[in-house]
């Protein structure tokens, strides 16, 4: 496979760990990455929960430890490429994204609505952005802003498909009746859109397929279709490098293809996961009481009607409690614990 360019950064391998959040991809698993010639990403959602004070002040342990994950992961891989992905409705989005870019993080990938704020939170800094989009239509509407208001192209695009893990940027009707787009349909439209973009601007944009992406047929695929790299999430939570649980893990390695389930996170974007007790509790009863709140989508999730606290529902799930278990529509492909190199190798084809 060819090296991945994006702008001064060049990646042996075209493969991009998906960032997961909460404490799923951290430092460990985004420096086995980077070290195997990938790009590693670091997740950036509540990175500071296991901090002792994070519960009464969850943005300053969110901020130190932006710095430290970042730290640790260049210590363990020195010349290797980290990421960091942020969620852009975080409504302390700016403040995290410009920590991060403080600290020198080579890369930020930003979903979750639009990150039409991005440009401004790098300028004049060596840190490259990346959009994710589902469509043609969001893309073409952030490249479009991103140059009108900022002057700035990015530096790549990830097309994300609706088999990805986590939230998903489609309506909940068309998932439930497999309307929307599959992930080949939307990649071919933005891939033209952006070869048209491209040679308007004389410049260079990657754009990576994401979502459902478990194999070297399935990269193959996808590059034939004008991909230049893939994002892979869910295989990369059962290697012994992930920065989860091991019961996290085993939840994967024991979940068959109909224990997945599409749920409406608090964020207000549908979203896949296991179907385990707490998804059951939280959907199929009348919800979860929120004890605290950590304030962290205001203006979007109300503790009072919300089903559960969607962070509290993730720290139990990170630490291996039970919770929320996001997941990619594949994981009942996956039936074992590996490492980083060993599902790397397979991915390229040399196992």
């Known amino acids: 496979m060819k090296p991945l360019i994006i702008g001064d950064l060049t990646a042996k391998l075209p493969i991009i760990q998906g960032g997961m959040g909460i404490g ?31 519960k009464k002040n969850p943005i300053k342990a969110n901020l130190k430890a932006i710095g430290e994950e970042i730290a640790k992961a260049r210590k363990l891989s020195p010349n290797g490429i980290i990421g960091m992905n942020f969620m852009s409705i975080d409504p302390h989005y700016n403040e995290y994204v ?14 979750a609505g639009l990150p039409l704020a991005l440009p401004k939170l790098v300028k004049n800094s060596k840190t490259k952005i990346m959009p994710i989009v589902s469509s043609v239509r969001a893309c073409r509407l952030v490249l479009t ?39 080949d349909e939307a ?5 033209n859109f952006v070869h048209d973009f491209e040679q308007k601007h004389n410049v260079k944009i990657p754009v990576i397929a994401a979502g459902g992406i478990n194999s070297h047929e399935d990269i193959e695929r ?44 608090p964020t207000g974007f549908p979203a896949r996961a296991v179907n385990t007790d707490f998804v059951k509790n939280a959907y199929d009863t009348d919800g ?8 962290c989508m205001t203006g ?12 509290d529902a993730l720290f139990t799930s990170a630490l291996g409690e039970g919770g929320l278990v996001f997941c990619g529509e ?18 390229c084809n040399k196992t």
């Open 24 to 54: 799923v991809s951290l430092s460990k698993l985004a420096s086995a990455v980077a070290n195997e010639g990938g790009i590693g990403v670091i997740s950036g959602v509540q990175i500071g929960f296991r901090d002792p004070n994070f």
């Open 98 to 111: 410009s920590e991060a870019v403080k600290h020198g993080i080579d890369l930020i990938i930003s979903g």
């Open 145 to 183: 802003s991103w140059l009108k208001k900022d002057n700035r192209i990015p530096d790549g695009v990830v097309v994300e498909g609706h088999k990805a893990g986590g939230h998903l940027g489609f309506k909940m009707e068309d998932l439930i009746n497999g309307t929307m787009q599959t992930l």
């Open 187 to 191: 990649l071919t439209d933005v891939v």
């Open 222 to 265: 996808v590059f034939k279709l004008g991909a230049s790299g893939v994002q892979i999430g869910t295989a990369f939570v059962a290697t012994e490098e992930c920065d989860a649980s091991d019961a996290f893990k085993q939840t994967y390695v024991n979940a068959k293809p109909e224990d997945v389930r599409i749920i409406l996170s």
């Open 288 to 295: 979860i009481k929120v004890e605290h709140c950590y304030g």
């Open 300 to 311: 979007i999730c109300d503790p009072k009607t919300t089903r559960y606290c969607l962070s």
């Open 330 to 347: 594949r994981v009942g492909e996956i039936t074992e614990i590996t490492t980083v190199h060993k599902l790397i190798q397979k991915l």
